[in-house]
C-alpha cells in the first residue's frame, strides 16, 4: 500500500492538489488503495463537513447531503415515504456494514467492479490507459451490453445511482450543479474518467426533485443478497384512465453509467399501460444492445424486469 | 466410575472454547505477540502463467528489509511437495505461484514493496482449459489417495431398454475458509517455532523442518485455535516455508498472512471437472449399468488425481459397471482437497443421472434408488458394516414432505415462481488413522488429555473432552485437553472426516488404560490397533431433499427447504454436529448454485478471486436449513461407533438442488453452478 498523508477537509469549496483525492466512507476507494489500483498521495476526509443533513427543499423535494449515510437515507422517512425506489436501491446494495460507513457522494463515484479493473496486474483501460481491454475475449458476464466501446464494457456498480437517475436528481458541487444523468461520461477512448467532475471538485449534495406517481426498484443478483447486480430497473410511472401519462426508466448493471432509459419512456409515454407497451417500450430501448458472448442474457432479463416492474407499479 | 449413567457423549455440549472465540481472545496463527522486532512478509504471485523468471529489480528507496527469490533465497533440502519448494527455481508454473517475497517492518510497507517490485519475466505459451480431447490426457496409476484408477465388471456395452448418457461439468472450486493461511515464524538459534493455520500441526513441524534440514524436536508447531481449512491446511503450505525462511534470513520475527487473493492459487483448490455418465435399467427399473468416466486436472508441479468417480463404486448395485478417471497437467495452480473430494464433484454427476434415469423411467427417485439398493459393497463385494441409506430415504422423505409429490416438472406454480422438489444421495467413507493420546492423573480427579489434533472449528475439542471424561468416567468438567500443538502425542491429520474416530481411539485407549492399571499417566498408540481393522465395507449414508423457487422473470433460484437425514453411526454431540451437517449442505448449496472460479483462458487464471466476486451462499439465501440423523448403531468402525460427518453434508446436496430446479423449471442444468443466465432462456 502506497504511503500516504492524510488530513480533514475544512471547507466544502473543493480544490484539491495534484495527487490528492477525497475520503468519505472509504469502502471502496480504501479497498482499491489496498489492491494498488488507486494510489493517493494524500487523503482528504471530507466527513467532518456537515454534509450530512437530509432536508426538504422549498416548493418540495429533498436535498440530500454528500455525506448522509446511505443506511440513514435508505431509513430517512420522506424518503421511506416519497421515494421508495431510492429507499429499495439503497437497502439492495452492499451489506448493512458497507451501508453504515458508504456515504451520498461516495456510492455516486465509486468504481466498476469489473474483474480486470481491480487487478493491476492485468492490462485494463480505465487503471492503465492504452493497455487494451481483456474482458471483450474474457470474463464479461457482467459487463455493459449498452454505451461500451472497444476500449472498455465496464459496469457501474451502484444501485442507488439508478434511482437517482430514474428521479432526475441533480448534483450539486462546490462548482456547479449537473443533473445526475450528465456526472457520468461513457468511456468511449478514454476510459479512465467515470464522471465529468474535474480534479478538486466536490460534491456537496443531492437534490431530488418531486415525484409525481409510484416507484419501485428491482435488483436481480447472482445470490439473495451482498452482491452487485446482474442487471436491475427503476421505475416511477403515472397511469391516468389506463394510459401511461408520465413515466420514468434507468437500468442498472448494463451500461458503464446507470441507464436513462429515455427511448423506452418516449415510446411509452401515451400507450396503454398494458404489459405488451412494456415490452414494445424495453425493445426500443435495447435494439441499441451490443451484447458479446456470455452476457447476452441481460437483454431478456432487462426487458422481462422492466415488464415486471412497471406491471407492479400499475396494476 | 458412573460412566454409563452420566454419559458426556451424545451430549449437545458447547464448544469448550467458545468464549475465547466470542471474546476475542481466542489467538490465531497471525495473531501471536513475537516480540517488537516482528517483520512482515507479502508474497510476490506471478503475473503470467508459465515461464521463467530472470531477474528482480528492486527500487533502493523501497522501505523493506529483504527481497527473495531464486537468485537469492536459501537452498532448502528436497521435499515430496514442489509446492512448497518456494523460490527454489526460476520455472513458473502457474500464475499467482511465488515467485518472490518481500519482508518489511509494517504490513503495509511490505505489501507496497511486493507492488512495487520490477520482475523480469521470459514468458511462454501457456495451456489453461480442461477439455475431454486433450491430447495429454491419460489415466493415473492412482486416484486419491490410493484407490485404483479404473475399475470393471461385466460389459457396460450390453443394451438396455432405458438409458441415459449425460455429461455434468463442474467449475474450479475454492476452500476459502474465512481465516486465511497464515503463519508467524520465530528461530530461536537453530529451532524454529510456527504459529501455522493448518490441519495437521505435527505433519506441518515434520514437512518444513526437513526442508530446513532440522530435526524433528527442532520444529514446534502451534495450532490452537484454526479458522477453517476445508481441505487447503491439510499439509503445510507455501505460506509456512516462507515465513520460516523469512525469519531466517532476515533474523526477524516474521508473520505472514495469505490476502484472500492468493487463496485462489496458492494453497489448492477442487480441481474442475467434466463426468460422463451412463445408465442403463430395465423398464422397471433396475440398473444394469452404471459407467462413470470423470475428467480433471493438475498442475506441472504434481499430479493430483481426484477421486471423482469412487463414490460410485459403493453406491448402486448392477451388474455391469465401470469407473474410471482421466488427467490432464496444465499451467494452472495445483489442486488439492475440497471438502469431500471426490464424493462431492462425483455425486453430483451420479445422483442427477438417477435423477434423470427416473423421469426416463417415470418412476419415482427413491423408488428408484431403494430398488437398486445393494446387499453387500458392490465394489469390494464384502458387507457393509453398516448401511441405512434406504431409511434415510424413506424417513427422509416423511419428515420433508415427498408423498404425493407430482413427479411431473412445472406443474407447481406461485406468483412468478416456479417450484418444485429434488432429493439425492449421500455417502461418505469412514475411516481412522493412527494417533496417540496421552492422559495424566492431575490429582483430585482431574486430568489432562493430550494430542497433538487440531479443531478447525468443527468442535473436535469438545468431542474429546466428552470421549475422555465417558472413558475415564468423570464429568466433562474434570478433563482439561490439550491440542494444537505438535510437540504433544502425534496425531493424524483434521481430514477425511476422520478426526473424532482417529483421536477419540486413541483418547478411548489412554483413557481406559489410566483407568484400567491405576497409572497416573498413560500414552496410547493406535496403529496397531487401528492397522488390523478391516477397511472395506465402512461408510456413512445419508439423502438430501431440497425444495427451490425459481423465478419466472429472473431465472433466479431461492433454496426454500434444505433437509439432510443421516445415518452417520453414533452421533456424539448433536450441537456440533448439526453444525457440521448444515454447514456442509450449505456449502453444497454454494456448489450447486453459486461457486465457480471464472476461468480466463487467456490469462491462466480464475479472475474473480475475492469474495465480493466468488460467491458463496450468503445468509439471505439460506431460509430453512434441517439435518436430522438416525440413530445407527455400528461397533465394527471404531469404539465410539462413529462415523466422520464432516464433509458428508455437501456429497448429494448440490444434485437435490439441481433436481429440484429441474423439477420446478423443466430445465436440466448439467453445468455448474446453474445460474440464472443458463435457467432464463428455458423459462
Same mark, same amino acid.
Given at each position: 500500500m502506497k504511503t500516504f498523508t492524510y488530513r480533514t477537509a475544512t471547507d466544502a469549496e473543493g480544490g484539491l492538489e495534484p495527487g490528492a483525492t477525497f475520503l468519505a466512507g472509504g469502502t471502496n476507494l480504501v479497498d482499491l488503495m489496498k489492491l494498488g489500483v488507486a494510489t493517493p498521495d494524500v487523503l482528504v476526509d471530507v466527513t467532518r463537513l456537515g454534509l450530512d443533513e437530509v432536508s426538504e427543499r422549498p416548493g418540495g423535494g429533498l436535498r440530500i447531503g454528500a455525506g448522509v449515510r446511505n443506511s440513514d437515507l435508505a431509513a430517512h422517512p420522506l424518503v421511506r415515504r416519497d421515494f421508495p425506489v431510492l429507499s429499495q436501491a439503497l437497502l439492495a446494495g452492499a451489506s448493512g456494514q458497507l451501508r453504515n460507513m458508504a456515504t451520498t457522494g461516495g456510492n455516486l463515484l465509486q468504481r466498476t467492479r469489473c474483474r480486470y479493473f481491480m487487478d493491476p496486474t492485468k492490462p485494463c483501460n480505465k487503471h492503465a490507459p492504452g493497455t487494451g481491454c481483456p474482458a471483450r475475449e474474457g470474463d464479461h458476464r457482467n459487463l455493459a451490453v449498452l454505451g461500451g466501446s472497444e476500449h472498455c464494457i465496464a459496469t457501474h456498480p451502484s444501485d442507488m445511482a439508478v434511482a437517482m437517475v430514474a428521479l432526475d436528481a441533480v448534483v450539486n458541487t462546490s462548482q456547479r450543479a449537473i443533473p445526475v444523468s450528465d456526472l457520468y461520461r461513457l468511456p468511449g477512448d478514454d476510459p479512465s474518467r467515470d464522471t465529468v467532475l474535474e480534479h478538486g471538485e466536490l460534491i456537496t449534495s443531492v437534490d431530488l426533485p418531486v415525484l409525481k406517481g409510484k416507484s419501485a426498484y428491482r435488483k436481480v443478483r447472482d445470490r439473495a443478497s451482498y452482491a452487485f447486480a446482474v442487471s436491475s430497473v427503476a421505475a416511477a410511472v403515472t397511469v391516468a384512465d389506463g394510459r401511461v401519462t408520465d413515466v420514468r426508466l434507468a437500468f442498472g448493471a448494463v451500461a458503464p453509467k446507470p441507464w436513462r432509459a429515455l427511448i423506452a419512456e418516449e415510446a411509452l409515454r401515451g400507450q396503454p399501460a398494458t404489459r405488451e407497451s412494456f415490452l414494445a417500450a424495453a425493445d426500443a430501448e435495447l435494439a441499441a444492445a451490443e451484447p458479446l458472448r456470455d452476457n447476452a442474457f441481460k437483454i431478456p432479463l432487462v426487458r422481462n424486469l422492466v415488464a415486471s416492474v412497471l406491471e407492479g407499479l400499475t396494476s | 466410575m458412573t460412566a454409563t449413567a452420566h454419559r458426556a457423549v451424545g451430549q449437545p455440549l458447547p464448544r469448550v472454547e467458545g468464549p475465547d472465540k466470542v471474546t476475542g481472545t481466542a489467538k490465531y496463527a497471525a495473531e501471536y505477540q513475537v516480540g517488537d522486532d516482528v517483520a512482515y512478509a507479502w508474497v510476490v504471485q506471478s503475473p503470467v502463467p508459465r515461464g521463467r523468471l530472470v531477474d528482480v529489480q528492486v527500487d533502493p528507496l523501497l522501505d523493506v528489509i529483504a527481497v527473495l527469490w531464486h537468485g537469492n533465497a536459501p537452498r532448502l533440502a528436497d521435499g515430496d511437495d514442489p509446492e512448497l519448494a518456494v523460490l527454489q527455481s526460476d520455472q513458473i508454473s502457474y500464475r499467482g505461484q511465488a515467485v518472490a517475497l518481500v519482508v518489511a517492518r509494517t504490513l503495509e510497507a511490505a505489501r507496497r514493496g511486493a507492488q512495487e517490485l520490477s520482475l523480469t519475466i521470459e514468458k511462454e505459451p501457456h495451456d489453461a482449459v480442461l477439455r475431454t480431447d486433450h491430447p495429454d490426457l491419460y489415466t493415473p496409476s492412482v486416484v486419491n489417495p490410493s484407490f485404483p484408477s479404473e475399475t470393471s465388471a461385466g460389459d457396460v456395452s450390453v443394451a438396455a431398454p432405458v438409458t441415459v448418457d449425460v455429461t455434468y461439468t463442474t467449475p474450479a472450486l475454492h476452500n476459502n475458509p474465512m481465516e486465511p493461511h497464515a503463519t508467524t515464524a520465530v528461530w530461536s538459534g537453530d529451532d524454529l517455532i510456527l504459529y501455522d493455520s493448518n490441519q495437521h500441526p505435527a505433519g506441518v513441524a515434520a514437512t518444513v523442518g526437513a526442508l530446513f534440514g532440522l530435526e524433528p524436536e527442532q520444529v514446534h508447531v502451534v495450532t490452537e485455535h484454526v479458522g477453517g481449512g476445508f481441505g487447503s491446511k491439510g499439509t503445510a503450505r507455501p505460506n509456512a516455508v516462507l515465513a520460516a525462511m523469512a525469519a531466517r534470513v532476515t533474523g526477524h520475527p516474521v508473520k505472514l498472512a495469505l490476502p484472500r487473493q492468493a487463496l485462489f492459487s496458492m494453497v489448492g483448490h477442487r480441481t474442475p471437472t467434466i463426468q460422463r455418465v451412463r445408465l442403463g435399467a430395465t423398464a422397471?427399473?433396475?440398473?444394469t449399468v452404471i459407467d462413470h468416466e470423470a475428467y480433471s486436472q493438475s498442475s506441472r508441479l504434481l499430479e493430483f488425481a481426484e477421486q471423482t468417480a469412487v463414490a460410485t463404486r459403493h453406491m448402486y448395485a448392477a451388474p455391469n459397471r465401470r469407473t474410471g478417471h482421466r488427467l490432464t497437467r496444465l499451467d494452472m495452480p495445483t489442486p488439492r482437497w475440497m471438502r469431500a473430494p471426490g464424493e462431492a464433484p462425483g455425486m453430483v454427476a451420479l445422483e442427477c443421472a438417477m435423477d434423470e434415469l427416473a423421469v426416463a423411467l417415470d418412476m419415482d427417485p427413491i423408488e428408484l434408488r431403494v430398488r437398486n439398493e445393494p446387499t453387500v459393497d458392490p465394489d469390494s463385494g464384502k458387507p457393509f458394516t453398516s448401511r441405512h441409506y434406504v431409511e434415510c430415504l424413506r424417513r427422509g422423505a416423511d419428515r420433508f414432505g415427498w408423498v404425493n409429490r407430482n413427479p411431473r416438472p412445472r406443474q407447481r406454480r406461485e406468483g412468478d415462481w416456479w417450484i418444485g422438489t429434488g432429493v439425492a444421495g449421500a455417502t461418505y467413507p469412514t475411516m481412522a488413522q493412527p494417533s496417540t493420546a496421552r492422559v495424566r492423573d492431575l490429582g483430585e480427579d482431574h486430568f489432562e488429555v493430550a494430542i497433538a489434533a487440531a479443531d478447525l472449528g468443527t468442535g473436535a475439542r469438545t468431542i474429546l473432552t466428552q470421549i475422555a471424561a465417558d472413558a475415564l468416567g $468423570?464429568? $466433562?468438567?474434570r478433563v482439561r485437553l490439550r491440542i494444537g500443538d505438535s510437540t504433544l502425542p502425534k496425531a493424524s491429520v483434521a481430514g477425511g472426516s476422520s478426526g473424532s474416530a482417529s483421536w477419540g481411539w486413541a483418547v478411548t485407549g489412554a483413557c481406559r488404560s489410566l483407568r484400567e492399571t491405576g497409572q497416573s499417566e498413560v500414552v496410547f498408540d493406535s496403529t496397531e490397533i487401528v492397522g488390523r481393522q478391516e477397511k472395506e465395507g465402512k461408510h456413512a449414508f445419508g439423502a438430501h431433499f431440497a425444495e427451490v423457487r425459481v423465478d419466472a422473470v429472473t431465472g433466479e433460484v431461492r433454496v426454500s427447504r434444505l433437509f439432510g437425514m443421516y445415518a452417520c453411526g453414533r452421533i456424539l454431540n448433536p450441537r456440533t454436529a448439526r453444525s457440521q451437517f448444515i454447514g456442509g449442505m450449505t456449502m453444497g448449496m454454494g456448489m450447486a448454485l453459486f461457486e465457480e472460479g471464472v476461468l480466463d483462458p487467456a490469462m491462466g487464471?480464475? $479472475?474473480?478471486?475475492d469474495l465480493a466476486e466468488y460467491h458463496i451462499p450468503a445468509h439471505a439465501d439460506i431460509e430453512s436449513i434441517e439435518a436430522e440423523w438416525l440413530d445407527e448403531e455400528d461397533s465394527a468402525v471404531n469404539p465410539m461407533g462413529s462415523k466422520g460427518i464432516?464433509? %458428508?453434508? %455437501? $456429497?448429494g446436496s448440490p444434485a437435490a438442488i439441481l433436481n429440484a430446479v429441474w423439477h420446478a423449471t423443466g430445465v436440466r442444468i448439467r453445468d455448474l453452478p446453474a445460474r440464472l443466465d443458463k435457467i432464463l432462456p428455458f423459462l
Open positions: - | 422397471d427399473g433396475v440398473l $468423570v464429568p $466433562v468438567t487464471e480464475w $479472475v474473480n478471486h464432516g464433509e %458428508i453434508g %455437501i $456429497v
